[in-house]
């Protein structure tokens, strides 16, 4: 059965990117590092949430574009905070509507668990436009602001 894993070019950042992916999120590990002959790392393979990637230090000239995201869904506040915190360590950029680049570029979006839910799932079109409209005023997402939106308060 063919498996898909996203593939991350880095200049070459890889390695340490990993690392420190896998310190933001259970289930998460580095399985391999293969290197160059003078000891660099070539690529990196790591798991995050069960999910399997390869990151490799490619060299300049292929930057990050937020064409292609990763979509982080969480439970609570504080958990979308200490995400959305660590992601912009360090040179990271906050931008709109919960999304986020990462200090190496990659582009994130920290959204709530409930946000399908609350975007189309009342059957209600009023509170669904009042749940987007406030999400759009939104850089960080706040899961409280939007609850309310959802209820009409």
């Not at 999120?25 to 990637?53: C, H, M, N, W």
């Not at 990151?55 to 292609?68: L, Q, R, W």
């Not at 200490?82 to 912009?88: C, K, T």
């Not at 582009?107 to 668990?113: D, G």
Request: hydrophobic fraction near 40%; charge should be negative.
């Amino acid at each position: 059965m063919p498996t898909i894993t996203p593939f991350l070019w880095y200049d070459d950042q890889a390695e340490e990117a990993a690392e420190y992916y896998v310190g933001l999120f259970p289930d998460s590990r580095i399985d391999s590092v293969s290197k160059t002959p003078d000891g660099k790392a070539l690529v990196v393979e790591f798991t995050l949430l069960g999910q399997p990637y390869r990151a490799m230090n490619g060299g300049p000239g292929h930057p990050h574009s937020d064409a292609v995201s990763f979509q982080v869904d969480v439970d609570t506040q504080d958990e979308l905070d200490r995400i959305w915190d660590a992601l912009l360590a360090d040179g990271g950029e906050p931008s709109r509507c919960g999304w986020l680049f990462d200090r190496w570029g990659l582009a994130w979006q920290v959204t709530p668990s409930m946000m399908g839910k609350l975007m189309t799932g009342s059957g209600d079109p009023e509170a669904n436009a009042r749940v987007f409209q406030a999400m759009m005023q939104m850089v960080k997402l706040d899961i409280p602001a939007l609850q309310a939106a959802a209820a009409g308060r």
